[in-house]
Structure formats: structure tokens, C-alpha cells
């Protein structure tokens, strides 16, 4: 329902106000294929330009919210994040290597492609640090995790004081995240890992509901730690790789709102991570229509929104809760 | 024998911390492994609810290797209660036993009317079903180790592992525990710190020393005061607990040459 509203109110407002009622028509005439054209402005603007957007920035919501949820859990730490091991800093390094030096510089890689192989770059590090004799230790994750990303930000630094003054904006731009842009075409690739890594951490539900409980509890009720843990590493990264690929490093939206939903559905994660996700797309779609209409016509990147609208709501909510936890 | 563990060596970081252990139980038993800090129990029962893969040997339960079977189908042969405390879990009594119903799930299988079923049953066999709703983290540490033994119990397991169950337990909640794991009536592996308990509810005890295991048979046979010296670094003398009849050490330090003082006036009770 809130994703919904929230995808409307997306799609209905902007530089060019559209009536809700002309947004379905035009959504529904479309998929229908009754409107095989652009038929006028509105339609257009609500097809071509903002629906893409829209439903991008749902997508990366939802994969950034899944991702920090199930890495919280497979870690057990409140603080963990999808950018926990390395990911985003990977990520940025791609890209911004691409920005700064060119794509010929990169393997001719475009700018997604880059972020999306230094991401998985970065996990599979942080994985071979992070683990002895085979076995993965969160506290050694998480160090790991951190050293790496400090040394890839170093990089990301070093290269941006390389940059011209007309490519330092757009690198700024995409370092902070942005959906501005979003075509039809960008769409599959992300909603399709998306789509395909929420159906596999849904069904992890069970087994990081008594991982929460420690390493002993949950290898005697018959989880293989271990491999729970390499799964969901490995799916959080690819979540997070594809979200930072095709929208930059948005903050935020992966450490809070897990919380957000433990908050409101409690610890179990067969209900917490299919709010999580809701939570998630519906959070960066609000955002993104107030990056593009809080100073229109120009666009503000998405990770200052993310920060300045959802923290203080976050705390809010914190200081009007009993607990808080990962649930255990 | 039911459960049986040959020549196993198990190691932590590089370091041999048990060798060459051998130990079995009958169905229906209740085994004890008592043995100081550091001597290597805690790691011997990883090695059976797999949570320590051996570096040697073998852990057999019904003629069938565990470490040759994948987490689930082990997990529903063996239960355990680790040593690890379960923390403030934020899920109600009931939630938390039915995760003892992880092995018998698929990916995306739900509890069904049976899990619930056997979780009620669970629950009210350790006497916490009028707490079933309640959470986790607020119940008191005796509840919580009996909310967790019918996790347990949920697994349906024929062999139940506990490590030290009754750590950091009040009395009365101590003997209620171990009333409840002897009721419970599966074949039982546990390690135990206190000696009375071990002599009150365990059939055999497996004494072990720096990783090996240096003596075993019924309590009352194996523990004696020359053993419990030798293992232990204590005096003890053994009384008959006018109650249950059942033999009750009394400890004192060693004596400086490490030599047992010879037994006092009350020499009468002294067995």
C-alpha cells in the first residue's frame, strides 16, 4: 500500500504536475498495450521519464534495505550496513575511475559495469580476509571489511583530486547516488537481481532467525553456519554491487530501515525482510521526488536526502522505542 | 550403544585439544563428562552436535559417520543445549522452540499445525506452556535454560547434548533442569562441572584431563577421592547424602604437599 501511494505520489509530481488519475491511464494504457505511443506530455513524461525512475529507485531501496538486513543479521551487529564489507567503496573506486581516467583506463568498462566489478572485487577480499581455515568469524568480516573500504577510499580520494573541475560535479553527483536519468532499459538487470536475491533471502528467513540466537544454537538445530553466512555475503554483495552500479552510493537506506521494520514487525525474519524491502523502495522513492522538487527544476544527489529526511525520523522512532536489537 | 565416539583428536587454531577419545553410550543412558576447566569437554561435545569438525576419528551414531551426513539430517539425530548463552532474544518462549524445528524444514516451509504441536508438547514438558507468549529476554535465567531445552526437545532428536546446563542457575532451577533432562529420558551427553550432580543424574561418567579421558564407569566407582586429587587438585570426602542415599562429596583445598589430610573424628560417615 505505502509503496503504491509512495510510486504514485512519485510519478504524479514534479517539474510537470500530473493528475493521478491521467498516471494510471497512462501506466495501465501501456502495459496493457492499448497506448502503443506516446500519446501527449503527461504520458510522456509519466512513461518515458518518471515511471523508470520510479520503479529504480524502488528497486535499489528494496535491495539496499535487504541486504543491510541480512548482513545485520549474519554478523550480528546493529551497525552493519551494505557497504560493510567494502562494497561501496569498491564500487566507487570502479566508477570513479571511469569518471576520472576514462573508460580505456578501466578495461573499457562503462561507469555501472565498473562499479559493479569493483564491488564484487571488494567482497571477495574482504571474504578471503575474513575467514580462517574456511570459516568465516563476523568480527574478522567486519575489520577486514572497514581496512578495506579505508584503502579503497583512499584510492576513490586520490583520484578525485586528479579530476577537472567539470567531471568533479558529476563524480560528487554519483558518489552521493542518484536515479536521475533512468531509462526503461536500465531497469531489467537491477530488478532482476533484485527480484532473484529477495526470493533467496526470504527463503534464509528461518535459518538467520536462529543464527541470531549464536554459531553453537544454530549448527545443533541443523544450520550449516558457515555456508549461511558465505550466501548471504555473496547475495548481499551482488544487491548491493547492482544498487550502486545503477544509482551510486546512496547511504543510509541499508543501515536504518531493518530497524525500521524490526521496530514495527519484530525480530523474525520471515516477516522483517519483506517489510524491510517495502520499506526500502517506498523510503528512496519519497526521496528521490524530494531531490528533484526541493530546489526544481534542478536535481540534488539522493545520499544528502537519505541522511537529512530519514535520520531525524529514524530518531524519532528510536526514542520512542523500548529496545532496540537484532533481537537478540 | 547407540552413540559412539573412536579415537577422535580434535583441534582448535593448530592446537590439539582433545586426543584420542573414545566414548559411548546405550540407549537411554545418561552420560556425564566432568573434568576441570580447560580439559577439553566443551570441545569433545562440539564435535558431536557438529559444531567442531574432528581432525581425527569418528563419531558414530546408529552405525551411521555424522560428519558424513549433511547439518540438517544430523541435527535430527542429535539435540543439543551449547554452553553459549542464547542472550536477550527478542522472541516469545514459543517462537524460539520452534526454531528446534529447523532440520525437518525446506526453504520456504512454514511452522505448520504439527511444529506448533510439538512445540506446545515441548513446552509443556519443561513447564514453561503459561510462558509460551512471553519474550525471551524476559525470562529469568532458569526459564530461559528450560525454554531452550525444549527447543531441544523439539528437534525429536534420539540423542540430546548439553554443556554445562545448569551454569550460572540458582539452585533450585539447577535441579530442575537436570529433573527435566533425566525425565526427558533421551540418550544424554553432558557435560558437568558440579561432581554431586554428576554422581545424582548421570548412569556413566567419563572423567577427562588435558584432553584425554583417564577414567570412566559409574559415577560411584569412578569418582574417588584419589581421583578427584589426582584430576581435579582437591580433597574430597564422600558422604552418603542422608536423603537420598545418593554419594555427596565434600571438598577442601589441597593440603601444600598436595596430600589428602587424614579423615577427621567423623571417620564413621566417611565411606
Given amino acids: 500500500m505505502l509503496l503504491v501511494v509512495a510510486m504514485t505520489a512519485g510519478i504524479s509530481i514534479g517539474a510537470v504536475a500530473v493528475p493521478v488519475s491521467e498516471v494510471w491511464a497512462s501506466i495501465i494504457g501501456h502495459i496493457s498495450g492499448s497506448r502503443t505511443e506516446v500519446i501527449d506530455t503527461q504520458d510522456r513524461v509519466v512513461w518515458i521519464f518518471r515511471t523508470p525512475r520510479v520503479l529504480l529507485a524502488a528497486v535499489v531501496g528494496a535491495g539496499l534495505a535487504l541486504a543491510g538486513a541480512a548482513l545485520q543479521a549474519t554478523v550480528r551487529n546493529v551497525l552493519a550496513d551494505p557497504y560493510l564489507l567494502g562494497v561501496a567503496s569498491g564500487a566507487s573506486l570502479g566508477a570513479v575511475s571511469v569518471l576520472v581516467l576514462g573508460s580505456g583506463a578501466v578495461a573499457g568498462l562503462g561507469v555501472s559495469a565498473a562499479a559493479f566489478v569493483g564491488a564484487l572485487a571488494a567482497t571477495l577480499v574482504v571474504l578471503a580476509l575474513g575467514q580462517r581455515a574456511g570459516k568465516f568469524f563476523p568480527a574478522r568480516l567486519i575489520l577486514a571489511g572497514v581496512a578495506i573500504a579505508a584503502v579503497l577510499q583512499a584510492l576513490t580520494s586520490y583520484l578525485q583530486l586528479q579530476a577537472n573541475p567539470q567531471a568533479l560535479g558529476g563524480l560528487v553527483f554519483w558518489l552521493l547516488g542518484t536515479v536521475a536519468g533512468a531509462e526503461w532499459s536500465d531497469l531489467a538487470l537491477p530488478a532482476a537481481a533484485v527480484l532473484l536475491s529477495s526470493v533467496w533471502l526470504l527463503g534464509l528467513g528461518g535459518r538467520l532467525n536462529v543464527l541470531l540466537s549464536g554459531d553453537d544454537a544454530a549448527t545443533s538445530v541443523g544450520v550449516n553456519v558457515n555456508r549461511l553466512r558465505l550466501q548471504v555475503v555473496v547475495v548481499s554483495a551482488i544487491l548491493t554491487g547492482t544498487a550502486v552500479a545503477v544509482a551510486g552510493g546512496i547511504g543510509f537506506v541499508g543501515l536504518m530501515l531493518p530497524h525500521v521494520a524490526r521496530m514495527l514487525v519484530g525480530p523474525d525474519h520471515r516477516r522483517m525482510l519483506p517489510v524491510a524491502a517495502l520499506l526500502g523502495a517506498s523510503f528512496l522513492v519519497l526521496v528521490d521526488l524530494i531531490a528533484r522538487t526541493v530546489e526544481a527544476p534542478s536535481e540534488l544527489p539522493l545520499g544528502i536526502f537519505t541522511a537529512a529526511v530519514g535520520a531525524p525520523f529514524f530518531l524519532w522512532l528510536l526514542t520512542s522505542t523500548r529496545r532496540v536489537s537484532l533481537g537478540s | ?226 581421583l578427584i586429587q589426582d584430576v581435579f587438585r582437591a580433597t574430597a570426602v564422600t558422604v552418603d547424602n542422608p536423603i537420598t542415599g545418593l554419594p555427596q562429596f565434600l571438598f577442601s583445598p589441597l593440603t601444600r604437599e598436595g596430600l589428602r589430610p587424614e579423615a577427621g573424628p567423623s571417620q564413621g560417615a566417611v565411606r
Avoid at chain 2, 529476554?137 to 535454560?145: N, P
Wanted: hydrophobic share 45%; aromatic share 4%; proline share 4%.
Fill in chain 2, 1 to 226: 550403544m547407540i552413540l559412539h565416539i573412536a579415537d577422535l583428536r580434535l583441534k582448535l587454531d593448530g592446537h590439539i585439544i582433545v586426543s584420542d577419545a573414545n566414548l559411548s553410550a546405550d540407549p537411554g543412558d545418561v552420560v556425564g563428562v566432568v573434568g576441570p576447566n580447560g580439559s577439553g569437554k566443551s570441545t569433545l561435545l562440539k564435535s558431536i552436535y557438529r559444531a567442531l569438525r574432528p581432525a581425527a576419528g569418528r563419531v558414530i551414531h546408529e552405525g551411521v559417520d555424522l560428519w558424513r551426513l549433511d547439518a540438517r539430517s544430523s541435527a535430527r539425530r542429535i539435540s543439543a543445549l551449547p554452553q553459549e548463552g542464547a542472550g536477550d532474544l527478542e522472541f516469545t518462549a514459543a517462537e524460539v522452540v520452534l526454531q528446534g524445528r529447523t532440520p525437518y524444514k525446506r526453504m520456504f516451509e512454514q511452522d505448520g499445525l504439527g511444529d506448533w504441536d510439538i512445540a506446545a508438547n515441548c513446552l509443556i514438558r519443561v513447564g514453561m506452556f503459561g510462558e509460551a507468549h512471553r519474550s525471551f529476554a524476559t525470562l529469568s535465567g532458569g526459564e530461559k535454560q528450560r525454554v531452550l531445552l525444549a527447543r531441544a526437545l523439539a528437534q525429536r532428536a534420539p540423542v540430546l547434548v548439553l554443556d554445562e546446563p545448569t551454569n550460572h542457575l540458582d539452585i533450585a532451577a539447577q535441579l530442575d533442569l537436570l529433573e527435566l533432562v533425566h525425565d526427558a529420558g533421551l540418550t544424554t551427553i553432558m557435560a558437568v562441572h558440579d561432581l554431586n550432580h554428576a554422581a545424582a543424574h548421570c548412569d556413566r561418567v567419563y572423567v577427562m584431563a588435558e584432553g584425554r579421558i583417564v577414567a570412566q564407569g559409574p559415577p560411584r566407582e569412578v569418582l574417588t577421592p584419589g
